[in-house]
T-cell receptor, first 114, second 112 residues
Framework: AQSVTQPDIHITVSEGASLELRCNYS??????LFWYVQSPGQGLQLLLK??????LVQGIKGFEAEFKRSQSSFNLRKPSVHWSDAAEYFC????????????FGAGTRLAVHP | DGGITQSPKYLFRKEGQNVTLSCEQN?????MYWYRQDPGQGLRLIYY???????QKGDIAEGYSVSREKKESFPLTVTSAQKNPTAFYLC???????????FGPGTRLTVL
């Protein structure tokens, strides 16, 4: 079955430290890949997306993600975290075929220490 | 400004009552979606609509109903048949299926 896994439920980093949030998917072909961010009680905002081409994707707020086909991964990175980055992050994958359903991972909650 | 609006932000209902959540978009998107979000479970798809007057069940449609009479509107009714309706409900839209989805601010429904 198609699935998206975010192995880390909670991550805590210090302000200024680097960040990597993991995302793995289970699917035979290359899907469309997305990272969204959600502040408490708010909707989701798109950080970046990958459809094809360069496997290193730049997004908003200084985030980037790298698609690695061999590992079925799409990890989100940021070189220096700011306190305002504290939020919940969701990886999402659209699998082709059918109606291109978007499947979300369970999310990773990021806390940032001053 | 283009975007998606959901109303109300907070909604309280007594058990056994039906309640309708509003979702409106002025992005001229064909596809619209309803998700339910519970702590630790990510987003689960309730219903989606690819075009006006058409909608399909998602993964957890039982106890919910929708309509799509206008392109910009996709209201969700939580019926008394939904056994555990207290949750955060998110509406989204996209130009077409499979494209990036734009989300509304959500409605938190609490059934007392």
């Amino acid at each position: 079955a198609q699935s998206v896994t975010q192995p880390d439920i909670h991550i805590t980093v210090s302000e200024g430290a680097s960040l990597e949030l993991r995302c793995n998917y289970s699917y035979g072909a290359t899907p469309y890949l997305f990272w969204y961010v959600q502040s408490p009680g708010q909707g989701l905002q798109l950080l970046l997306k990958y459809f094809s081409g360069d496997t290193l994707v730049q997004g908003i707020k200084g985030f980037e993600a790298e698609f690695k086909r061999s590992q079925s991964s799409f990890n989100l990175r940021k070189p220096s975290v700011h306190w305002s980055d504290a939020a919940e992050y969701f990886c999402a994958v659209a699998f082709s075929g059918g109606y291109n359903k978007l499947i979300f991972g369970a999310g990773t909650r990021l806390a940032v220490h001053p | 400004d283009g975007g998606i609006t959901q109303s109300p932000k907070y909604l309280f209902r007594k058990e056994g009552q039906n309640v309708t959540l509003s979702c409106e978009q002025n992005l001229n998107h064909d596809a619209m979606y309803w998700y339910r979000q519970d702590p630790g479970q990510g987003l689960r798809l309730i219903y989606y609509s690819q075009i006006v007057n058409d909608f399909q069940k998602g993964d957890i449609a039982e106890g919910y109903s929708v309509s799509r009479e206008k392109k910009e509107s996709f209201p969700l009714t939580v019926t008394s048949a939904q056994k555990n309706p207290t949750a955060f409900y998110l509406c989204a839209s996209s130009i077409k299926q499979g494209d990036e989805q734009f989300f509304g601010p959500g409605t938190r429904l609490t059934v007392l």
